[in-house]
């Protein structure tokens, strides 16, 4: 299992999978093949299905500028490996292509190679010793250990540098985010939201919910997301407003020190880490289950350590925040990280706080384990159509595409 450095990367959205993926590969082939005279990129499967919303084509040739780069979309063709698969070619003055380069972007920023099904090889190398809950409640407990030590046993005392870099970038996402009005871009006309209810909440006294400013929190971090800022995957783009409104939530709320933020922020990204590493974070994998699921699951665990619950308290925690995620299928309309993605983080946020309270009144005894929700996960997310796992081709990307176009056979809502 590798860094969560790889779980919470820095960049710009509106995807990981489908932007911040593509843009690396594309970076990396630029980097490997200098003398090329221009480039023909072809995508499979989800990244051809909804690359044009989230921009996948405008990262890769922005990424090869300035050489000409000619775009291939293939949707109906899925790569074995995975359902975001892209091939690169380098060619010469005659369009011949010499250098070929086929890879994956599974989600989260994260590539894999054809010749290296087990992820990246380059510069990632497996540093935690143990790759499920159990093994790690069983060491924690044998070692009287907290979550968040064991991410430092493993990850070296420099993790703390980095996530400060995280939480700085959280935080500015948010900040960013409440300032800002107007439409987000794609077509939609789908409005920013944040300052809006912010600013009702304020004027309410806090009397308007009893979450306090967390709604406005996720839909600034997520309609910065939408609009390409810079933001933290957390795991991913389309779910990078979940964590930073919790943490936000409970700074406002509690008694609490930057330093016991951090800690949390390890604890999430080793909840993370495990999903990702045992079953999946992408949605053109396993659905938005992967997705908001595990970004809830990361919040609910980060809230109940702030909240001073015990090893087994979190790991009941992030159960809950991805089991009753189960079956959440990907189907953003018109291949926008928008509709219904940056509601979604809205109620993953709150759904993640009352996980944590729960978690917290318990002793933690739960009959399902955290591992065993993971599992189910992955093979519910690989039995949900294709049409469910970003591809746009159905639920409400079918039923609804354009503003003022109401969903089919049913009543405007």
Known sequence: MHTIRKLFRIGYGPSSSHTMGPRRAAERFAKKNPQALAFRVTLYGSLAATGRGHLTDRAIINSLSPRPVEIEWKPEVVLPLHPNGMEFAALDEHGAAGATWRVYSIGGGALREEDNP???SENNPSIYPYKTMMDILRYCTSQGKTFWEYVEECEGPEIWEFLAEVNRVMKDAIARGL??????PGGLGVSRRAWTIYRKIEL??????KEGFLPAYALACSEENATGGLIVTAPTCGSCGVLPAV???????METSETHLLRALATAGLIGNLIKFNASISGAEVGCQGEIGAACSMAAAAATQLMGGSIRQIEYAAEMGLEHHLGLTCDPVSGLVQIPCIERNVFAATRALDCATFAVYSDGTHRIPFDEVVEVMEKTGHD?????RETSGGGLALNYRYPGQPA?????S
């Open 118 to 120: 087990e992820g990246e």
């Open 384 to 388: 949900l159509p294709h049409l469910y």
């Open 179 to 184: 300032q800002s009005e107007g439409a987000l």
């Open 247 to 253: 943490l936000r939530h409970i700074e406002d709320t």
């Open 204 to 209: 309410s006294h806090g009397r308007l919910v």
């Open 408 to 412: 089919k056979n049913s009543a405007n």
